[in-house]
């Protein structure tokens, strides 16, 4: 239920399906390593252009993994993402 909850709230403000994907794993990711990902309400994001959708894939992964991994440990370690 958790799982369906965190896709549906991506996928409501994510339009681009590779981004939504990545999110999504990365929010399950961080909750392995006691890390709360959140998507900030405020976000949105319209489809990309497949060469963006990647190079905008590798920088927020890259951003959300670093932050992950600065959190782990933290009491109640929280990582809030907000995409304009």
Known sequence: RRRAEISDAVTQR??????????????????????????????????????????????LGNLIDNAVDVSVGAPDACVTIRID
């Open 14 to 59: 994510i339009s681009d399906p590779a981004v939504a994907a990545l999110l999504i794993a990365k929010t399950s990711l961080a909750a392995e390593s006691g890390v709360a990902l959140n998507l900030d309400p405020a976000s949105h994001l319209a489809a990309l252009d497949p060469a963006m959708a990647t190079d905008v894939i590798t920088l």
